[in-house]
């Protein structure tokens, strides 16, 4: 077939009088090709059921998906994963289907493949994007090795809810910031060129607002206007477009009332109209047919007629298109043009990842046995892993530990699970395979380290598919915690989550520590007050209680393969902690949604006291830590901001500097950040936003000037108009170290 078509090729190339690029030639002529099913087959995306290398599946369900693949009527699978398992399907199709189309091979690859790096809302603490880069590489080369070539990732999906699971999957509550790591993610995934044969097509999704579900409960309904649709939910989904990303998800929820997946006016008007996005667009898991039950669509037939009318090019798993497209276009509901569209798109990722020249090239056995969890690999994980612990408390510099003849209590399951850490959608990291905290801190020698559970949190074994059996009664471990905490110098507490309780469906409407840690925390408290925190965790606490009570307290997340090495290395000061938060850690879950770039209001609180203003009568309106907040074993002392004019039109810029000086005793790094505040506009505009950041490395001692350049590019918002634009007036502009900085200065923008 490739001979034909290659033959074919030439001939139109020679003959060809226009413009034309080879790809569009090669597609076109394919498409020229295909009958009306074999079209509709690459519009279908199929689960991986049955063991590919065995014999024929059994079970007539199985049996009819296997007789669609033979007769070319599935475009890709997902969850096939494995050099044998995937060569074996591609040679089906291939070989036995008609027009000899390869298939395109998904699965979620989110933070890794085997080797496992932090979870991607650890890793954005990080605000290190040549790191977060690496990961996805790394993330990347171990896939396309097992033969993968397509990952359902990054997820950029903004969110200010810390009930909702997925948190765990993206970068934070941050527009801005947000942008930044999808460009990085995609850029990692798909590298520089996406026929390399360790590249591979990256999905941004959901698209869209599936951060926003109503509070917090995944699949719920997302209600959020048009102007936070572009200020806040969009940027991130256009900076991957920005950054050539081959493919969009969209998702479960509806969208101003209509599921996204029937939203033409995201789909249509703004990703493939405005965006100029020339990739294809996968529905979600069987969101196609889920338009039903949204009460939005008919039946099954309605619901293809909608996605593949709204622009849903690929349906995953509701085989409603393999079903119903051929009829709906036979009867003219839809027009074949939509078909041709959305199968050329298909086409053409496929043709970017080379698959029509080499449907092999990603089936390499000595490769997958050489890159799959290779020491590089891991090595790259535990630097990405040690930069997104955030130190959250460090109260008489109780860390860094001593490294010599000091008796450490090491509590919690946690802290001997090498499973959590993996956190959830771990790709193919295999269970129980990360190392631990107790092996981490072990393989300190000088110490003395006994390891007591103290309490479990959870039982048994845990996985994607069902609930965390929490433990809720069983204190039989709260005695020997505490005579081992009383006798020792310092305890150092591993408490959160297990690494299925969060990601997708592991909403909570509870952010306080599980099951009975945090009484456990009170008790040991009560016999040591040298106690360490280190929170095991995908999604932001409430760790109130703690922050007024423990010393020092460490966000270490689920950091994957290298956790515990991360974690010791963090604890015991051979590495400074520089990561810096990107949700807000509310007080009580009362607060959520809680987020840094809030609007004023009407009556903005000073005091608490104050009846008529928009507070709480019971806690503050701050979250307990701040987006963008950190600490260090060193400290940062901002001085001298100052802007270099106090009026700039929008063809000008105006530098705004400051002095960052490590005032401490050790070297560090601090990420310094530009915040800034459009007084007033067509719209009420936030009380700050996140605009650069920079980080530094500094000596004991050392200072440096930060410079940032604010032109109007910073300073444009979707306004009233419908526009992204600047408005003239006032702006205030701060630096500093997280996003409750108070001191600034003002320029006005003139005409
Ligand atoms: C999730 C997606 C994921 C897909 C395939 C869905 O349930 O929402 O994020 O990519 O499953 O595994």
Sequence with gaps: MRKLITLLLSTLLLISCDNKSEKEIFINDLLSQMTLDEKIGQMNQYNGFWDATGPMPEGEYQKSRYRDL??????????????????????????????????????????????????????????????????????????????????????????????????????????????????????????????????????????????????????????????????????????????????????????????????????????????????????????????????YARDGAHAAEIAAN????????????????????????????????????????????????????????DREKNVLGSKENQEAVLDIAKKSIVLLKNDDALLPLKKKNQTIALIGQLANDKNSAIGNWRGRGASNSAVSVLEGLNSYKENKVIYTKGVDLYYGETNFFTRVDVNYNDRSGFNRARSVAKSSDVVVMVLGEEGYQTGEGRSRTNLLLP??????????????????????????????????????????????????????????GDYNPSGKLTMSFPRNVGQVPIYYNYKNTGRPSKSQKVVTASAYSDVENSPIYPFGYGLSYTSFNYSDLTLSSEEMNNKQSIIASVTLTNSGKYKGKEVVQLYIRDLHGSLSRPLKELKGFEMLELEPGESKKVDFTIDNSLLKYYTVNKKWESELGDFYVYIGGNSDVDSFKKFELIN
């Design 70 to 295: 033979k007769n070319g009527l599935v475009g890709s699978m997902l969850n096939v994963t494995g050099v044998d398992n995937v060569r074996a399907l591609q040679k089906i199709a291939v070989e036995e289907t008609r027009l000899g189309i390869p298939l395109i091979f998904a699965f979620d690859v989110i933070h890794g493949y085997q080797t496992i790096s932090p979870i991607p809302l650890a890793e954005s603490s990080s605000w290190d994007l040549e790191a977060i880069e690496k990961s996805a590489r790394v993330a990347a080369i171990e896939a396309s090795a097992a033969g993968l070539n397509w990952t359902f990732a990054p997820m950029v999906d903004i969110s200010r809810d810390a009930r909702w699971g997925r948190v765990m999957e993206g970068a934070g509550e941050d527009p801005f910031l947000g942008s930044l790591i999808a460009k990085a993610r995609v850029k990692g995934f798909q590298g520089n060129d996406l026929s390399d044969y360790n590249t591979i097509a990256a999905c941004a999704k959901h698209f869209t607002s599936y951060g926003f579900a109503e509070a917090g409960r995944d699949y719920n309904t997302a209600d959020t206007n048009e102007y936070t649709l572009f200020n806040t939910i969009l940027p991130p989904f256009k900076a991957a477009v920005d950054a050539g990303v081959s493919t969009f998800m969209n998702s479960f929820n509806t969208v101003d009332e209509i599921p996204a997946t029937g939203s033409s006016f995201l789909q249509r008007d703004i990703l493939k109209g405005e965006w100029g996005f020339d990739g294809f667009v996968v529905s979600d898991w069987g969101s196609i047919g889920e338009m039903i039950p949204h009460g």
């Design 310 to 365: 709204a622009g849903s090019d690929m349906d995953m798993e509701s085989s409603l298109y393999i079903r119903k497209l051929d009829e709906l276009v036979t009867s003219g509901k839809v027009d074949i043009s939509i078909v041709d569209d959305a199968v050329k798109r298909i086409l053409g990722v496929k043709y970017d990842l080379g698959l029509f020249d080499d449907p092999y090239k990603y089936c390499n056995k």
């Design 515 to 572: 099951g009975l840690q945090q009484e456990l925390l009170e008790e040991i408290y009560n016999v040591n007050k040298n106690v360490v925190l280190v929170l095991v965790n995908g999604r932001p606490l409430n760790i109130s209680w703690a922050d007024e009570n423990i010393p020092a307290i460490v966000e270490a997340w689920q950091l994957g393969s290298q956790a515990g090495n991360a974690i010791a290395q963090v604890l015991y």
